[in-house]
C-alpha cells in the first residue's frame, strides 16, 4: 500500500486543563473524501488547527506526503498543499468575489506559483467548481450566506491543494443549499483533490464520504463506513447526550 496522504499519530492539544485533542491517530489517503463528524466541543476545530498548523501540538506527529510538519510554520503547510476554511468567514470585503479567489492563487502552493495574470485564470476556473460563476464581480458584502461560504471553498481551492480542509461549511444553509453544497464536494473530490470535511449534522456528511471518522471528547470514538458510523450506538449516544443537554439548558432558561 502508498503511503497515506495525511498520517496523524496521537494528536494531542490541550488548553489548560482541557484536552481537546486527545491521542488522535487516523490517515487520510491520496484523492480520498473522509468525514470528520462530532458533537459540539468535539475536538474537530481544534484538530484542524493542528493539521493547518494554526495550533501547536502537545504531543504526537503530523506528516503530510510524508513530510513531518509538526515544526513546519502555516505557510510553509500551505506551500505542501494543504488548504483549509475558517468556521468563521473572513474574505476582504472591500474586494470582488474574484479578487479574493485570485489572492488565493496568488498564495497557492509551491507546485503552482503564478503570476497575478494566471491567478485570474485559476480563479475563474475555481469560481465556475464552486458555482460562483455568475456572481464573480459582485463585492463580497453583496454576496449572500451560502455564496460567501462557496467563497471560502474557492479561496482554499485556488491554493492549488492535495488535500482540502473543510471546516462546517455548510452551516446555516437550508436543505436545498446543503444539497448542492454537497454536489460541489463531489465535485472537488472528483478533481483529484483529497478532503476532509467536518461537519456536526452527521446525515450532511454520510451521504457523501465513504469514510467517516468519529471525534468524541478530543478522541477517536470510531471510524468506519457511513452505516457502521449511523448504526453505532456508541455515536447514537454522543449525539443524543447532546440534545438532552441543550434541553436541560432550555428548560432552565438558560
Ligand atoms: N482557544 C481555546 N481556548 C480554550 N479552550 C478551547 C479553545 N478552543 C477550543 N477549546 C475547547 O476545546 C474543546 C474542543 O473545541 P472545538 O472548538 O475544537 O470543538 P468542535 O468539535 O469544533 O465544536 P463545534 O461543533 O461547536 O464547532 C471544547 O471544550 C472547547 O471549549
Ligand atoms: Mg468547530
Redesign the pocket.
Same mark, same amino acid.
Given at each position: 500500500m502508498s503511503t497515506p496522504l495525511l498520517e496523524l499519530q496521537d494528536v494531542t492539544k490541550r488548553f489548560g486543563g482541557v484536552v481537546a485533542v486527545n491521542g488522535v491517530s487516523f490517515d487520510v489517503g491520496e484523492g480520498e473524501l473522509v468525514g470528520l463528524i462530532g458533537p459540539?466541543g468535539a475536538g474537530? !476545530? !481544534?484538530l484542524?488547527n493542528c493539521l493547518s498548523r494554526m495550533y501547536r501540538l502537545d504531543a504526537g506527529s503530523i506528516r503530510f506526503g510524508g513530510v513531518d510538519i509538526a515544526k513546519l510554520g502555516r505557510h510553509e503547510v500551505a506551500r505542501l498543499g494543504m488548504g483549509r476554511t475558517f468556521?468563521v468567514v473572513r474574505p476582504f470585503r472591500s474586494m470582488t468575489a474574484r479578487e479574493n479567489v485570485a489572492i488565493g492563487a496568488l498564495f497557492g502552493s509551491e507546485r503552482a506559483r503564478l503570476a497575478p495574470a494566471e491567478a485570474f485564470t485559476v480563479a475563474d476556473e475555481v469560481i465556475d467548481l464552486v458555482g460562483l460563476g455568475g456572481r464573480a464581480k459582485l463585492l463580497v458584502d453583496e454576496l449572500t450566506v451560502p455564496d460567501r461560504r462557496r467563497l471560502e471553498v474557492a479561496r482554499a481551492l485556488a491554493t492549488r491543494p492535495r488535500l482540502l480542509l473543510l471546516?462546517?461549511v455548510m452551516a446555516g444553509l437550508n436543505p436545498s443549499e446543503v444539497a448542492e453544497e454537497l454536489e460541489v464536494v463531489k465535485r472537488i473530490n472528483a478533481s483529484g483533490i483529497a478532503i476532509l470535511v467536518?461537519e456536526?449534522v452527521m446525515q450532511v456528511i454520510v451521504g457523501i464520504c465513504p469514510r467517516v471518522v468519529v471525534l468524541h471528547f478530543g478522541r477517536v470514538l470510531l471510524e468506519g463506513d457511513p452505516a457502521t458510523v449511523l448504526g453505532d450506538p456508541r455515536v447514537v449516544e454522543a449525539y443524543l447526550g447532546e440534545r438532552y443537554a441543550r434541553r436541560l439548558q432550555e428548560a432552565r432558561g438558560g
Open positions: 459540539n474537530k !476545530t !481544534t484542524l468556521q471546516d462546517e467536518i456536526h
